[in-house]
């Protein structure tokens, strides 16, 4: 496997360079947003179109540090390079290619190198034969990727083209660029129809028998390749091949992007092409992974599964009799647990124990030992979880002596936790079958960590387990009365002192550690006062409780082992019940929440809070949207405090006498407007004015459209008034 230093270590010239110079206040803003979050991609989008633009001698520190963060994302190295090809620095281009090149399978990047290998090697002799050989190194390495059809269309038209003296020169000729069409032709692409076209041209150009031949041969893995790359075009539709590699953040586009880089993975491991070549699919399936890795690095449930498909392939191999393949798959295994804890989950327990776990089941001993030590020598993690795995493997492998010898090295890490001392007495209990051992581990531990109430309970378990009475009474004694525990600290060891002396003791020492337990509780604010609750725990038996549901909640018990209300008495304790309640609270529609909006300015009728606002309803914002735009009143402005005051100051009557119509306005007016409605016509889909005619001049109830002729005869109707004054 390629070296990984190059790819994360810092650029040899400028190394020293502490700041960069930037031409506005916004780029170097930009610039310091990226010092505080290396993934900061809105800043780093200001810095690379800045940086495009300016010589390569003054952003080469910028270029260097882009890759080091984003190590897998090919666009970066592809501009970084193109940087350095513009300035002719075809030196660097070399050295960047090789530290990119094989590990970043992204094909607008190995485009560029064969771009790059056109440009600066048509001058040498053996030009065709280094194109040659860059076509069939990239072939080898990208050319699964779906849009891989201009690498196979340009390197057939390189070999169509050579020159060659001599008919054995010619079949030779003939040969390679058949051998490379038949391979495109069966390889799932986009365009493959087109290349399948160039192929039977190909052939019917040497010999039409043959092209014959070929068609009836290839036709059907032609075919399925077709239905593979249409299957693929549908199952990879919505990936960005070009997103950065960050750490997950839970956004739903990332969400998004994970789920359909799975789906196409999982297409892949299914067999598509429908073939008995294992080495085929697993290829396929790796190819895939490489490609989801790139911009899903910091995922370590892609590496751990990619790793995992090889071991199975290995298996599947190695049972068909193919031990080349399935040695060269395993290989590839151990690689890819070594590039994942060498490269941006160099802290990630997991992969480091899963790694550790697959060269032991190869036997290599010593490669485990180094992965482990790896692990723990890092100075700025915590290497409890380390140790006891490490222990565990030192007992399977080389048996308890060295176990011994890998906790006296975690006892002397001032980094370690209690856990490495349970773990190291039980060990010593299961496994020698030692009790004083596994003791007197357990009493070194409490010496180291007397005021832990997590290690002091699983010493009482192992205690309770030996079914040692004394011991155990004497130990609770002793952490409870040292005094090195908080009371809050010490309220799960005064339950579990209870329910020992409830199983083993006489009455009257249940009486008297419920009476120094209460001591204690009531010294806390959630207990105090709660008697009857704190009677319960001399009662129960794991769920069953003495009280029902309801009598509980209403004596204010609470579980004091878990501090957590007994809602439900038949739930097992430690059993996460939120979703059994959930139905038993009232809970806001959270389909009608307003989303939050960042603003600076404010739209009338918005809910202003500091940083930003709420919109207003839906009904809100459509009537605001019919309404004139506040730059159309000019005034009167009322002073809303004063009017309310006014109003309030008034003396209404509390009852009126009827309005008969005063100031010559008469009330039969009213009438009218009441009467008068807008519909719309179920034809026309306009809205027209309806009169709903009731009692006008003793008619009966009709109505009419304003045109029609059984209007009401209104002898006071102003506008019909001065229609008639204008008519004579």
Known sequence: MADNENENAPMEENQEKESVEFGTDKLRRAWKATLTNNYDMEAWSLIIRDAQNRNIEETRYIFERLVSIFPTTGKFWKMYIEQEMRAYNFEMVEKLFQRCLTKV??????????????ETKSSLPTYREKLSQAYEFAIDKIGMDYNSYGLWNDYTQLLKNVEVIGSYAENQKIMAVRKVYQRGVVTPMANIETFWKDYLDFERNINPIIAEKMNIERGRDFMNAKRVGKEMEGETRGLNRNLPSVPPSGLPEETKQVEVWKRYIRWEKDNPLRTDDQTLVTKRVRFAYEQCLLCLSHHPDIWYEAALYLQESCKILSEKGDVNASKIFSEEAGQIY????????????????AYADFEESRLHYQEVHKIYQRYINMPDVDPTLAYIQYMKFSRRAEGIKSTREVFKKAREDSRTQFHAYAAAALMEYYCSKNKEIAFRIFEL???KHPDNPDYIMSYVDYLSHLNEDNNTRVLFERVLSSGQLKNEDTVGLWNRFLEFEGNVGDLASIVKVEKRRAHVLQKLQEFEGKDTAQQVDRYKFMNLYPCTTDELKAIGYRDISTHVTINNPHIARGLLSHEANEKAFARPDFSQMIPYKPKIKYVPGEHPIPGGSFPPPPTVSNLLSILPPPSCFRGPFVRVD??????LRINLPESSDQWSGSSKHNIRLFDLSKSVHWVTDSTTGE???????????????????????NRPNLANDIYLARQHKRMR
Do not use: H
Not at 342 to 350: E, F, T, V
């Open 338 to 353: 070594e590039r994942a804890i060498s490269g941006p989950l160099r802290k990630n327990q997991l992969l480091y124990f």
């Open 687 to 709: 809205k027209k004015r309806k009169l709903l005619v009731t009692g006008f001049n003793g008619a009966g109830a009709g109505s009419d459209d304003e045109d029609a002729d």
């Open 445 to 447: 531990g409490l010496k």
């Open 105 to 118: 399978l992204n094909i607008e990047l190995w485009r560029l190198y064969i771009t790059y290998v056109k």
């Open 642 to 647: 004063a009017l309310i005051e006014l109003i």
